[in-house]
């Protein structure tokens, strides 16, 4: 590819209407300056992405369900930003997806395929893990000429989906045991993605996306009590426990499995992982957890 080709390429991402998608538009648009005629985005919904068309960036409808009317959403793309998709309703079907997305890829010509992945997908204990290793497999398999696979450990921000009834109860019910997670904000991710995908690289490369420092649940909620000024208990729970639990709370079994199953890929140890990746890749430093919580702060406390 010579400088002009460099410089004219079309980047475009999917799911460019999701937290993390939207997050990604914004870094390549702000923090790494690509005009926005070479940027090309891809949701179900195009009239949610309105205020990016009005900036001139090509929003096109993509389903993720039909690989055929893919290949004319990824047409004209060089480099494309592959963000897993939310498709957890029927077993297998975001797996399809991904399948589905990779096997347009090669057929639109795209040249290089970044993909949201996560740590350790293959033989992993959570039950979500498989649309990932089997994605990973996938893309090593097909014939595009490159693609990096970006594993991208938990968000901080996941954590909003627990601690609200975490700081309501006090008590904080465990199945981690002693692992650790090395959680990372979704806005780093966000940019890691976006560089990954703004870069000129030929390579066919794994990264392992993780933030600076791992914290069990104890050391977490330790840290989060301090921060808002309210007492957690950490109370250790059996799996099954935990599942119960959670569907005495109204969670519907399956999900409920999925959800306890984070517990139990993280007291096997396949997210605590400090890597040095994210710096590696964008120069960064990763955001602190601790910095994160005193942003954070305000909205646990309403």
Known sequence: ????DRIDNKLLVTGASGHLGRRVVQHLL????????????????????????????????????DANTLVKAFQGADRLLLISTDALDVPGRRL????????????????HVAY?????????PLLIAPDHAGTEVALAASALPSWSVLRNHWYFENLFMTLPQVLQSGKWYSAAGEGR?????RDDLALAAATALAGS???????????????????????IAKAVGRPIEVVPMPLEGLVQGMVGAGLPEPLARVFASFDTNTA???????????MRLTGRQPQAFEAWLEFAVPALKD
């Open 201 to 223: 690289s030929s390579d066919k490369t794994t990264w392992t996306l993780s933030g600076s420092s791992a914290y069990s649940t104890a050391e977490m909620s330790a840290l």
């Open 181 to 185: 997670v090395a959680h990372i904000a």
């Open 96 to 111: 399809m997806q991904h399948h589905n997305a990779i096997q347009a890829a090669e057929a639109a010509g795209v040249h």
């Open 268 to 278: 096997a140890g396949r997210v605590a992982d400090v890597t040095g990746d994210f």
């Open 116 to 124: 949201t992945s996560m740590p350790l997908p293959h033989g992993s």
């Open 30 to 65: 702000h923090t790494l300056g690509i005009p926005t005629r070479r940027l090309i985005v891809t949701t179900r919904q195009p009239e949610r992405l309105a205020n990016l068309a009005a900036l001139g960036v090509e929003v096109r409808a993509a389903n993720f369900d």
């Open 1 to 4: 590819m010579n400088t002009k």
